[in-house]
């Protein structure tokens, strides 16, 4: 279980210490008030990181459990439900984050012609649901296979969803990053880079704090058993 | 592999056939579901064709939770699931015989709701009946492919029936979204949003993608 390693806090902490305030600094300081959208589009230094940073969570679970059903190391299985637990998370806030945006720049709270925002939504219910699975299921070899089988499952909805939620007659979420390229100034881009990596570094962060947490509870259990003469 | 799994299929039909606890059931809660529907939205007040055809996605899709939850029950009740997992078949049998057993399920029910609703919803007129039918079968397909694997692994949960339709209904959201599209399309509706492939053919789509899902981890479903 330890032959995986230890997880970095140290170098995630100090990148994300750095980025995510110079995230702040640049976006209300250095780049300039966007032609449409004006102020309000500043969120989208934080949001849109915010969204990347989650899929790249659940994609991280999704692995993660493919891995647990390959090589039956329940290290994968925590680690698998650690990033489908952050991915949740960020969702949350990404969910928070997107009808303010959309409110002060569409002028709703929410538009269920948008495809984005709605392949969202089903993610984010279907990944909640991990959760209601997985504390249901007793401790063991079959809680983490059925985990891990859910989790991969997203990895087929994830397309289908993008396919089937259908595009709008008004396409209306802003679609910065064409085949042809970023479509916003340098100072913007340079701006939500480092917001997404500084996004990432607090993701992983988050992550290795909470694997070393959940490493200590199962290894306490270990103790426990062992203290009480049990087999582990 | 094929044929593990068809005897199982007949097994839950037989059993079906005898003791009526499920068809029976589904057909009372459909027709339930319609009319709350049905008085929701207040079709009366002409609300119309898309109204008629997003009461009949909503109804099957709940309905299909519904024969879900029973989709193991008689397996678990007498503790035949440890036999059958015993038994030399493959795990991706006894899920595949579950789950045409609710494919059968649920063309029964439909076989007798479809037509009431046409006939509540639409005096003359109506879609056309072939995509119409060939939309039911492919979404059938895949409710009852991923239904049954989300009843796998809700086995042995201790919350089981809250549990499954949570794990069920963002899944079967895409199946919905292409079903309703397929019958605006059967009314003579322009549009969609699917491509070239259409919503039929992302129903066949979506129906491969978690067969091939399912299959390959199948081995890891129903417990030790």
Redesign the interface.
């Known amino acids: 279980m330890r032959a995986l390693g230890r997880p970095s806090t140290t170098v995630p902490l100090i990148l994300s210490l750095i980025l995510v305030p110079l995230t702040v600094v640049l976006a209300f300081w250095w780049t300039g008030d966007d032609v449409d959208q004006g102020f309000s589009q500043k969120i989208f230094y934080l949001h849109v990181p915010v969204a990347l940073a989650s899929y790249a969570a659940f994609g991280y679970g999704a692995v993660c459990a493919a891995l647990y059903?390959w090589r039956r190391d329940p290290e994968w299985d925590l680690r698998s439900y650690v990033g489908v637990h952050s991915g949740t998370i960020f969702g949350t806030l990404v969910l928070l984050t997107g009808p303010i945006w959309a409110k002060a720049s569409w002028g709703v709270w929410w538009n269920w012609g948008d495809r984005q925002i709605n392949v969202f939504l089903?993610?984010f219910?279907?990944y909640?649901?991990y959760f209601?699975?997985r504390f249901?299921?007793?401790e063991g070899?079959?809680r983490r296979?059925?985990s891990?089988?859910?989790a991969?499952?997203g990895?087929?909805?994830i397309p289908?969803?993008f396919?089937?939620?259908?595009?709008a007659e008004t396409l209306i979420h802003p679609t910065v990053f064409t085949s042809s390229g970023a479509a916003m100034p340098d100072s913007f881009l340079v701006t939500f880079l480092v917001g997404l990596a500084g996004m990432l570094s607090l993701m992983a962060l988050l992550m290795s704090v909470e694997l070393r947490g959940k490493r200590a509870a199962a290894r306490l259990v270990e103790y426990q058993r062992a203290a009480r003469g049990e087999d582990a | 592999m094929i044929g593990p799994a068809l005897a199982l299929a007949r097994v839950k039909l037989v059993l079906e056939l005898r003791r009526r606890e499920v068809v029976f059931a589904m057909l009372l809660f459909v027709a339930a579901t319609i009319v709350i529907v049905h008085f929701a939205l207040r079709a009366d007040a002409g609300a119309g064709e898309r109204a008629a055809a997003g009461m009949l996605w909503a109804a099957i899709v709940f309905t299909a939770v519904l024969g879900l939850l029973r989709s193991f029950a008689a397996e678990a009740e007498a503790g035949a699931l440890d036999a059958l997992l015993l038994a030399p078949v493959d795990r991706a049998s006894i899920w595949l015989g579950t789950a045409l057993a609710q494919f059968g399920f649920l063309v029964a029910v439909e076989v007798v709701a479809v037509p009431v609703w046409w006939l509540l919803f639409f005096q003359e007129g109506g879609p056309d009946p072939v995509p119409l039918i060939a939309a039911l079968v492919l979404a059938d397909v895949g409710i009852a492919l991923v239904g049954t694997l989300a009843a796998a692994l809700a086995l042995g949960a201790r919350t089981r029936d809250v549990l499954l339709p949570v794990l069920v209904l963002p899944l079967v959201i895409p199946i919905v979204l292409a079903g309703v599209t397929a019958t605006y399309a059967a009314f003579g509706e322009e549009g969609g949003g699917f491509g070239p492939i259409g919503p039929l053919g992302f129903l066949a789509l979506y129906d491969l993608v978690f067969l091939a899902l399912a299959w390959g981890t199948s081995e890891h479903l129903l417990g030790d």
């Open positions: 059903l089903i993610l219910l279907y909640c649901a209601m699975l249901s299921l007793d070899e079959r296979s059925a891990a089988v859910y991969l499952l990895v087929g909805l289908l969803s396919l089937a939620v259908r595009i």
